[in-house]
Structures are given as structure tokens and as C-alpha cells.
């Protein structure tokens, strides 16, 4: 039941992407119809064909923009761009035919199904109702004998809208997505900024491991030299006795931050009882109250697990300095990547799957992303392949979702 109320949702809902693009032809075939006759009578003047280029390039860009969200909503077609001017302009000069085809094989199908209804209403109304005259009375035999070619040509017109529907994709696919040489392009170059990122990740972590120790450790160590010092000096056995256990004090102390300089750089307690067991131990030590929803079935891998460790860590950190927040949610969700034009499912982590983190916070918002925290956050995403998306309006709340795929 659930799989065929699931086809007539995806069928009504490409019978209405195909009818949106129909209308949107008319509009494409002037855009390109101006942008030919404008380019044509501004030929001899550079300034002006220049001018008219962008303007005919800017509104085809905006069409385009309408067609990818047309694929989006009615076709889930969500592999889209990003694309250029030119790109969007050679587009609409190939879509517009198309959308002309989906509007006849919207029209007829709307032609087959009045004609067909008002076929079976004489039927079964034949002589019931008395406003339906007796030349206009269908009997059951000519039902009988039109049901068989009505329903072949109800099936071809389904398989046209069917083909239009996959034509209207593969075009859009061609002409609005990046080139195999312009996706290696920009992913080397996506490469090399997050190489400068891991970099500047790596140097900043140097940083405050160093400036963790010298304000804290360091400090503690001086005091206990200072102390034992001044016992060893000391001729009264009871003050000697209390610079003693003053200097313990501090002995413990000083190891309390070395443990907590050691589990910022690596809780080596994430190998041995994993993800969620860790997670637990941060959320309570957080001076806010946190939420943790862990809804993983299984254990992902070792990397995925120290970087989702570290950018929650750090999404904390940043909650509790700036946000002024009363509560914190953290959510750690699988996801797994599906094929194109499908929307991500959660299911249980497999090869093709992936983590996706989830914190929030009731506190005022206004993150700036720019800021040393979320941007060293950002770097430590893409260093992993990984994908930052940060919401923080004016007035909260303020969510860092981050996903790592785990193959």
C-alpha cells in the first residue's frame, strides 16, 4: 500500500514539474529570442553587446536558478551546478523545446482523460439522469472496445511523460553541472585550501598545548619547587610539615591539568570505550547542562570518531565562552549517501555511511563564523572531507552541523 500511494506521489509529482516547465517555456524561448535579435543589432558596438551579454546572461542565470529549484522540488534532482552564466544561457537555448514537448504530452494526457471520463459518465448515467440524449448514450460495448486502445494510449502517454521527465535530467545534468576537468579543478583547489587549513588546525592546536602549559602546568610545577624549597630550608618540623602537604596539593593538582592537557590533545580513552562513553564523560563536565542524544548503531571508524569528538569538544568550548546559553543539545545521527536525486535516509552505518553531528544551543546567536573557533572548527571538518554547516541568527539558537562520511 505504502509503495503505490509512494508511485502516485512521485508520478503527480512529476506530471506537475512537467507542467511548471511547460510554462516556464514560453519565458525561455523570449529570453533567448532577445538575447539573439539584442546580440544581433548590437554587434558593431563592443560596450554595448558587453552590456547586453550580461544582462541576457544575468536573467538566464535567474531562470536557470527556477529550473534547478522546478528539478529540485518536483524530480529530486539535487545534483545541480554550480554552473556559469554561459552555462545557464547554452541551457535555456536547449530546454525551452523540451518544455514545449512536456506541455503537448501534459495536453494530451488531459485530452485522453476528459474524453475518457465523458465516455464512462454517458455510460453509467445512460438514461438514469434524463439530460443525457439518447444519440449521446454509450453502451458497454463500445466501453469494451475503446478500453483496450484507451488504455495503450494511456500507457504511452505515461511512458512520454516518463522520457521527458529523463531528458529534462539529462540535459540539465549536462549543461548545469561542472565538466570532469573544471570538478578536478576545483576540487585541487579545495585540496589546497584545506591542506593551508590542517596546517593553520595543527599550529593553533601547537599553540594552546603550549599556552595550556605554561599558564597552568608550568606554573603549578614552580609553586611545588617553591615549596619543597622552603621545606628543606625550614628548621620547625611543623612547618615543614604543612609546606609538605601544601606541596602535594599541589603535586596533584599540577597532575590534574597534565591529564587535562593530555585528553585535549588525544582522550586516549576513545579507543578503549568509544565514542558515546567519552562523549558522556565530556557532556558532564561541562559547566552547561547537555543533552546528549547518541543514536548510532554501530561504532564508526577510528578518524571519524576523533574528529566528531573533537568538533563537538570544541563546539562546547565555544557555547560555553560566548553563547550565554542555558542548555546544549548534542546529536550524533547516521547517514548514508544515496543515489542521485534521492534525499539522505538514516539507516545503520555500513560502507557507503556517515555521521552527522548535530550541537545547539538556546544562547543568543550571533556566532561569527569568521571568528578564530569556528573557523579552526571548519578546518578540522574539511581536513576530515567532511561538511560544515553553521546557523546562528541574531537572538539564537545557534547550530553546528557537521558531517563525516565513513568510507
Known sequence: MRQRSGLVRRGAAALAGLTVGALLAPFELL??????????????????????????HRCARQLSAVEVWRLDRFHRIRDLGPYDDRAAYTYLLRRWPIGGLGALVVLLLLYGLVVAGTMVSAWLFDGSWGYIESADRVSTATIAVAAIPGALLLYINVMGLAGVVDLDAKLARRHLTPSVEE????????LTVSRAEVVEVVNEERRRIERDLHDGLQQRLVALGLLLSRARRSRDPSVAGDLIRQAHEESELALADLRDVA????????DQLGLQEVLAALTERSSIPVRLHYDLPARPPAGVETAAYFVISEALTNAVKHSRA???EVTLTPTT??????????????PAAGVRVTVTDDGKGGADVTGRGLTGL??????????????????????????????
Open 326 to 328: 542555558k542548555q546544549i
Open 31 to 56: 529570453l533567448v529570442a532577445f538575447g539573439a535579435l539584442t546580440l544581433v543589432a548590437v554587434r558593431a558596438t563592443p560596450r554595448a553587446r558587453t552590456r547586453a551579454e550580461r544582462f541576457v
Open 263 to 270: 585528553w585535549r590533545v588525544y582522550p586516549t580513552a576513545l
Open 378 to 407: 571548519a578546518g578540522r571538518v574539511v581536513a576530515n572531507d567532511g561538511r560544515l554547516t553553521i546557523s546562528s541568527p541574531s537572538g539564537g539558537p545557534t547550530t553546528i552541523q557537521a558531517e563525516f562520511p565513513c568510507e
Open 183 to 190: 570538478a578536478l579543478t576545483r576540487r585541487i583547489s579545495e
Open 337 to 350: 549517501t544515496t543515489g542521485a536525486g534521492d534525499r539522505p535516509e538514516r539507516s545503520a552505518l555500513g
